[in-house]
C-alpha cells in the first residue's frame, strides 16, 4: 500500500511537470512578474547606488514572495475545473500525500526558478556578492515555505470564481515570518555577523509548515469541493 | 453532566437558557464598567511621568487581551464545529470574528492615541504593533472568506480550517516579530512573575479586564441568539416564540 502511495506520488508529479513544461507561460509569467516588478523599484525609487543596495534584499524577497502568491492558483485550479482533483479525492492513496506532490511540483516550476533568477536581479540592484549567495540560499529555504503555506490559500478559494484577490488577503499575513527572517538573514550575513540563527529558524518553519500545512490543504480541499 | 451539556447544544435549548442568563450577563457588564471607569478615571492615582495619558490603558490593554482571547475562543469553537460538527459551535464561531476584529482595532486605536503624547509618534513598526496589526488582517481574512464561500455549511468549515492555521501561525508571528526589532514596552503583568504594577493601579486594571469579558459574552450570547433565530426561523418553536410575542 504505501509503495502504491509512493508510485501515486511520483506519478502526479511526473504528470504535473510535463503539464508544466507544456504550457510554458504558466511558469514563465511568475518569473517575468518578478523581474519587472523588481526592475520598477530603481524607476520609483531613483537609481542611487547606495539606496538601492541597502533595500535590495528586501524588494527581491517581497517581489519573489508576491511572484509565488500570484501563481498559486495554478497549484489545484485547472484540476478543479476538469474534474481531476474529484478523482485523485477518490483514489484510495492517502490524499495529503497526493496535495504534497502537487505542491512539490509548484515548488519546482515557480520556487526553484525564482531562486535561480534571483542572482541576476541582485546584480542589478547593486548588491554584493556575498549577499547574493546569502539571498539564494534563504530563497531556498524560503520558497518552499511559500508553496506550503499558500497551498492552504489555493485550496480553500479554488471554489471561487474570483478567489485571487480574497487568497491574497488570507496568505500574506501568513507570509510575515518568513519574510522577516529570510531578509533578515541577508541584512545579518551583509553586517558581518552569523546569518546561521535566521537559516536555522527558517528550517524550522520549514519542516513545520512541511508537516502540517498538507494537512490543512488536503482538508481545506474536502471543504472546497 | 455531560448528556445535559449536550442537550444545550441544540438551538432551542440554548436560545431559552442564554435567555434566561443574558439579563444577568448584562447587569454585571453595567456594573463591572461603571465601577471599572470610574476607578480607572478617577480614583486611580496619576502616573509621575505620564501624567494622565496613561489612563487610556485601562481600555487599551483589557481590548489588546481581548483580541488574542477572542481568536482563541473562535478557533476553539471552530475545531469543535470541524470535529463534532455541532451547528452552535459553527454559529459561536462566526460570531466571534467581528466583536475579536473591533476589539484589535480598539487596541491598535488606543495604542496610537496614547502613543502620540508619549513617543511623540502615532504609529511605530513595533513588534507588538504589528502583531496586533497582522491580527486584525487575520480576522478580516476570516469574515471575507466567510462571505466569500456562499454554501454556509462549507464557508463555516473553510473559515474554521482557516482560524486553526491562524492560531498555529499567530505564535510564530508574535516571535518572529518580536525579534525583529521592539519599541513597546514589554508586559507589566505576567502569569509566571505576576504583576510589576502597584496595586492601585493593578486592580482597576483587573475591574476593567473583567468588565470587557463580560462584555464579549454578552454581545456574543445577543449575536448568536440572531443567528440561531434567523437559521430556525421556520422550526415550530420560533414560530411559537413569535406568535407569543
Not at chain 2, 440554548?14 to 450577563?25: I, M
Request: aromatic share 12%.
Amino acid at each position: 500500500m504505501i509503495n502504491n502511495s509512493l508510485h501515486a506520488f511520483t506519478s502526479i508529479v511526473r504528470r504535473d511537470l510535463k503539464l508544466a513544461m507544456r504550457n510554458r507561460s504558466e511558469w514563465t509569467n511568475p518569473l517575468f512578474f518578478f523581474f519587472l516588478a523588481c526592475s520598477l523599484f530603481p524607476l520609483g525609487i531613483g537609481p542611487g547606488r547606495d539606496t538601492l543596495e541597502l533595500i535590495a534584499p528586501g524588494i527581491i524577497w517581497v517581489t519573489a514572495l508576491l511572484a509565488a502568491m500570484l501563481s498559486l492558483e495554478s497549484i489545484f485550479r485547472s484540476d478543479f475545473e476538469d474534474g481531476n482533483l474529484e478523482q485523485l479525492m477518490l483514489s484510495p492513496h492517502p490524499f495529503t500525500i497526493l496535495v504534497y506532490a502537487k505542491v512539490l511540483v509548484h515548488w519546482l516550476v515557480t520556487g526553484i526558478p525564482l531562486m535561480l533568477l534571483s542572482p541576476l536581479l541582485g546584480l542589478i540592484l547593486h548588491m554584493p556578492a556575498d549577499g547574493i549567495l546569502l539571498l539564494m540560499f534563504s530563497l531556498l529555504l524560503g520558497t518552499p515555505v511559500l508553496s506550503l503555506i499558500g497551498s492552504i490559500g489555493a485550496a480553500l478559494t479554488v471554489g471561487l470564481k474570483r478567489g485571487g484577490m480574497l487568497l491574497s488577503l488570507l496568505i500574506l499575513p501568513l507570509y510575515i515570518p518568513i519574510l522577516i527572517f529570510g531578509t533578515g538573514a541577508v541584512d545579518v550575513g551583509l553586517g558581518g555577523l552569523d546569518a546561521s540563527g535566521h537559516f536555522l529558524l527558517m528550517g524550522a518553519i520549514l519542516i513545520m509548515a512541511l508537516t502540517l500545512a498538507p494537512l490543512a490543504a488536503a482538508a481545506a480541499l474536502r471543504v472546497s469541493i | 453532566m455531560w448528556k445535559y451539556l449536550l442537550k444545550l447544544t441544540s438551538f432551542k435549548n440554548f436560545y431559552q437558557f442564554s435567555g434566561k442568563l443574558l439579563p444577568w450577563l448584562g447587569v454585571i457588564t453595567f456594573i463591572l464598567f461603571v465601577v471599572g471607569l470610574y476607578w480607572s478615571l478617577v480614583i486611580a492615582p496619576i502616573d509621575y511621568q505620564q501624567k494622565d495619558s496613561y489612563r487610556i490603558l485601562y481600555v487599551h490593554v483589557p481590548a489588546a487581551w481581548m483580541s488574542l482571547f477572542v481568536y482563541i475562543v473562535m478557533a476553539t469553537s471552530g475545531a469543535i464545529h470541524l470535529i463534532w460538527k455541532t451547528k452552535l459551535s459553527e454559529v459561536i464561531a462566526n460570531n466571534c470574528a467581528p466583536i475579536g476584529a473591533v476589539f484589535t482595532f480598539l487596541a491598535l486605536v488606543t495604542g496610537a492615541i496614547w502613543g502620540q503624547p508619549t513617543w511623540g509618534t502615532w504609529w511605530v513598526w513595533d513588534a507588538r504593533l504589528t502583531s496586533e496589526l497582522i491580527l486584525l488582517f487575520l480576522y478580516i481574512g476570516y469574515m471575507s472568506l466567510h462571505s466569500a464561500i456562499e454554501d454556509r455549511a462549507s464557508a463555516a468549515r473553510a473559515a474554521a480550517i482557516l482560524a486553526i492555521v491562524g492560531l498555529v501561525n499567530i505564535p510564530i508571528i508574535h516571535y518572529s516579530v518580536d525579534w525583529w526589532f521592539t519599541l513597546h514596552q514589554s508586559a507589566s503583568i505576567s502569569v509566571s512573575k505576576g504583576s510589576s504594577m502597584h496595586p492601585s493601579m493593578y486592580w482597576p486594571l483587573f475591574v476593567m479586564a473583567t468588565a470587557f469579558k463580560f462584555y464579549f459574552a454578552t454581545v456574543l450570547l445577543m449575536r448568536t441568539r440572531n443567528d440561531i433565530l434567523e437559521r430556525d426561523q421556520n422550526a415550530n418553536w420560533v414560530q411559537e416564540q413569535e406568535k407569543s410575542l
